[in-house]
């Protein structure tokens, strides 16, 4: 199971951090990732990162977003810097290696 929060509404320029936490698996050799869907359009994928801390980062968001995890106690998180209008979206914290989604957190950046 996966329980995504952190979201909000922040002006642009602004910072968040998104929080994820796992549960019913052996969390350190998973791939977690992080995604988002904006209204109309199609889901995601904003970064990942492996069990050996190895991250992928979309375009949009590379230098801006950091992903990273703590294995003890089972959380990943996004840092979310610089934020841009075209930021706003419901994001998902995601279970890689098993292809499981948590319930969305929604994130409004205004201009």
């Known amino acids: 199971q996966l329980q995504a929060y952190g979201g909000g509404l922040v002006q642009a320029g602004g910072s968040l951090r998104l929080s994820c936490a796992a549960s019913?698996?052996?969390?350190?050799?998973?791939?977690m990732a992080w995604y988002r869907q904006a209204p109309g359009k199609q889901r995601d994928l904003v970064a990942m990162i492996t069990s050996r801390t190895t991250t992928v980062y979309a375009d949009s968001v590379r230098g801006r977003f950091t992903i990273s995890r703590d294995n003890a106690l089972n959380m990943v998180y996004l840092q979310m810097n610089s934020l841009e209008p075209e930021d706003t979206a419901v994001y998902y914290c995601?279970?890689?290696?098993?292809?499981?989604w948590g319930k969305g957190t929604q994130v409004t950046v205004s201009s």
């Open positions: 019913g698996v052996n969390f350190r050799i998973m791939t």
């Open positions: 995601k279970l890689e290696s098993l292809n499981i």
